[in-house]
């Protein structure tokens, strides 16, 4: 019984599951697999053997394109929202079973859908951690998926697997054995004969190829592994926040593949790319563009994760990842070597940056900044974030209209002074402040990294304050 099934729809990506069939084969064997087209006999019954096969499965591999969500029958009907239809029946019996893990494969560039958007007994899809396999990176998405899969349901022990799995120092090892033992069964008789020992032609040679030698760090070469995340992992732009959230660090016979997972956060109103171009990797005294062809659009106000991939070389040990918006830059130091740790989920769910940022407070008590025409301006509190290329000031400003009528935000100017260098809000409320009625906003200021001590600069029409601050190193 085939102990993974493939389930998809024939019109949108009936090539890439026969593509990703035949690539699970070689490494997992054909007998696990179960698709449709190629093990259903004639004549045999399709629902009774989808549920057979459901019933010996342990593995579900869903292939999602960019048409399987909205795909639509001849009426115009989504086929989703037909209760009989197949892949919504292959996916909800395969979500029923506790024992089965289902595994969604994004293909085309597609994104995981919302439970929002499925049935009601598909929704538990939607909380399922996606495998995306690019054309570009086939062979590394499709063996982090094999790797995922062989865990659940490994393949049968056959002499062709098991050499697959044995690693050339094995191999060179059994082999030196078995010409041992040739060479002492051919030497025996001859010494009979002549009463001499004729000495065996056989190479004691027991060197060690680069690419089977011990990684240092605790990891064997060859073997993927997680890196470590450094303190300060996020640039800010503005109103876009990049963070690095993990990364593994995986072995090919050409060189290494560094895959980091990337959030961005858009808190403006505009879409952004969030692209391949928007990255580089220093290493070894080179500049390197990603091959993860990453390419995707993030809306206004929303959050998305990406993978970001580099081919670097084998002994790279610290690298930096660059960010790039527009002229401005802002780098992460990484460290490469070897931590000895398997890889992480590279769909897992992370916590939101918000709740991991390094913060500190910088005002703590509520203090008056200005008061002038008809207007209160208050500092209620203030706190820094720091980011790989700028320290963040982030206050919150009480505004109160004590006059007859409304006064615009607008007429309140506020600068951060950080030595000769004036700097300007992020953004600025610009709304009316109605009469006697207060308005609390948030102002935001990206200073230097290296910034200890600044000033603000209140002015209302002709009359200004200053209040210090101070941040903590």
Known sequence: MAGIFITYRR???AGYAGRLHESLERRLGGSQLFRDVDTLQPGQDFVQAIEARLGACQVMVVIIGREWLDARNAAGTRRLDDPFDFVRLEIAAGLARPDVLVVPVLVEGASMPAAVQLPENMQALARRHAVSVRDETWDADVDRLAAVVEKVAPPPASLESVARRLNPKTI????GAIALLIALALWMPSRGRSGEPSPPAVSTSTSTSPATAPATGGSPA????????????????????????????????????????????????????????SFRLAAGGQTLAPVSGLNEVVGGNSLQYGLVAFRIPRQTRNATLQILSGRNIASIPIDLTPTGRPPVDEQAEIADS???????????????LLSADGLTVTLDRGSSRRFANALRLILSVRVVNNSSGPIFAGNIVMRVAVGDVTIVPIEWPFGAIDRQATSIETVE??????????????????????FPLRFPK
């Open 222 to 277: 060859g073997a993927p592994y997680t890196i470590d995340i450094p303190r300060i992992a996020e640039a800010a732009f503005g109103d876009l926040i990049y963070a690095l959230v993990s990364g593994n660090v995986t072995f090919r016979e050409t060189g290494n593949e560094l895959r980091v997972r990337i959030r961005v956060s858009n808190f403006g109103g505009r879409s952004i790319n969030f692209w391949d171009d």
């Open 354 to 368: 918000l709740s991991q940022a390094i913060r500190a407070p910088v005002v703590k008590e509520p203090a008056p």
């Open 445 to 466: 200021f990206d200073l230097p990294t290296t910034t200890t001590e600044a000033t603000i600069r209140t002015t209302i029409g002709t009359q200004s304050a200053q």
């Open 172 to 175: 060179a090892a059994v082999a």
């Open 11 to 13: 019109d949108d990506a």
